[in-house]
């Protein structure tokens, strides 16, 4: 049962997120950064976390203080491709197909993008993270709607290789 709520603004939203959805993708993002201790200081929010080895849980030292908020949205659980090859989210956060509201995508439907090339945003506790390709791929299918809430492992595009 989730007991702390807050509200997070994304893309222009207003978005529901537990706290522990954000300790889950604060979390991710030391580890994908190497990261020991995060401290984090706000308005209404005090988190620290500090990770004791490669396979301990985070440790919450400190939590925000309770205030109202209406009931978040049902987690959205990752949904199999129907087929083939897929890019997948390596954090949970807000999908974005670009880097701004008036900005063109960065990839649709039937492109061919090279390694390295930028996929789409994920952003995660106010961390915009960059997707890129891993190989040469063809963007069959994108899985995702723009601005919808993600988690971690959930696919994103639906490739071929190129």
Do not use: W
């Not at 939203?13 to 401290?39: F, G, N, Q």
């Not at 995660?124 to 063809?138: F, L, P, S, T």
Request: charged share 25%; glycine share 6%; hydrophobic share 45%.
């Amino acid at each position: 049962m989730e007991i702390f709520k807050m509200k997070e603004t994304a893309g222009g939203k207003t978005v529901d997120v537990s706290i522990k959805d954000r300790v889950s993708a604060l979390y991710e993002l030391m580890t994908s950064e190497h990261l020991d201790e995060l401290e984090i200081k706000e308005k209404d929010f005090y988190l620290y976390i500090k990770r004791k080895s490669k396979t301990a849980a985070p440790a919450v030292i400190n939590v925000p203080v309770a205030q109202a908020a209406a009931p978040a949205a049902a987690p959205v659980s990752p949904a199999p491709a129907a087929g083939g090859p897929t890019v997948k989210s390596p954090i949970i956060g807000v999908f974005y197909q670009a880097s701004s509201p008036t900005a063109p995508s960065f990839v649709k439907e039937g492109d061919v993008v090279s390694q390295g090339k930028t996929l789409c945003i994920v952003e995660a506790m106010k961390v915009m993270n960059e997707i890129k390709a891993d190989y040469r791929m063809k963007i069959v299918k994108i899985l995702v709607e723009n601005g919808k809430p993600i988690v971690s492992g959930q696919d994103l595009f639906m490739v071929e290789k190129a």
